[in-house]
């Protein structure tokens, strides 16, 4: 089995990604039974040490490129990410880096900001164009929106970005995404299971 394919059946089984976003946070995960994260901290010279214990833990890692300090958003910095650091994959914002990781082998998540109806069309122009593993929506609580977008592509939506509690967690399942990326450790339980929880309340 390929790494894609374990890390989307990983994903279906948990529909939920730990954004880490400080070493507390970095305990915190290692502590739950997610198999995902993003990494959001961090520099160049340490990024390698968090991505090495993650996947020692046997966990998918991605690094969010814009937020790790001392890595070019080039060719080279890709390379670098792939042949030094290995991680799993990325998540960006820049279209052209998506292209980069995924001829570097890398599984590559494009994040898009829901900012009005001008950026998620061009947004979703490039989506398109580049042909990401999966697109990232932020915010992620904005359900009319995340249908609307998984009616318009095919490509795997993740949402994040402001997720307070599990309930906003499930709606943005129901309204059409694979999975809720979030930075708050108490909701870092598999989804599958909380769904289960409400609907036995």
């Avoid at 520099?43 to 998918?60: A, C, E, F, P, S």
Wanted: hydrophobic share 40%; glycine share 6%; proline share 4%.
């Amino acid at each position: 089995m390929n790494i894609q394919t374990e890390f989307f059946e990983r994903l279906a089984k948990d529909s939920i990604i730990s954004s880490i976003k400080d070493p507390k946070s970095l305990d915190q995960f290692l502590e739950k039974d997610i198999g995902c994260a993003f990494l959001l901290l961090g520099n160049i010279n340490v990024i390698k040490t968090y991505v090495d214990l993650l996947k020692t833990h046997g966990r998918h890692v991605f690094l969010h490129i814009e937020k790790i300090p001392g890595i070019s958003y080039d060719k080279e910095g890709l390379r670098f990410i792939n042949h030094y650091v290995k991680p799993t994959g990325i998540v960006t914002t820049k279209s052209s880096l998506i292209q980069l990781a995924k001829k570097e082998g890398l599984i590559a998540i494009q994040r898009l900001f829901l900012i009005d109806s001008d950026a998620l069309k061009q947004g979703l122009k490039n989506a398109e164009e580049v042909q990401p593993d999966a697109l990232e929506l932020m915010p992620g609580i904005i359900p009319d929106m995340i249908r609307k977008v998984s009616r318009e592509t095919a490509i795997p939506l993740i949402t994040g970005g402001l997720v307070q509690n599990k309930s906003q967690m499930v709606a943005a399942l129901e309204s059409g995404a694979y999975a809720v990326s979030t930075g708050k450790p108490w909701l870092w339980e598999p989804v599958e299971s909380r769904v289960r929880e409400e609907l036995k309340q």
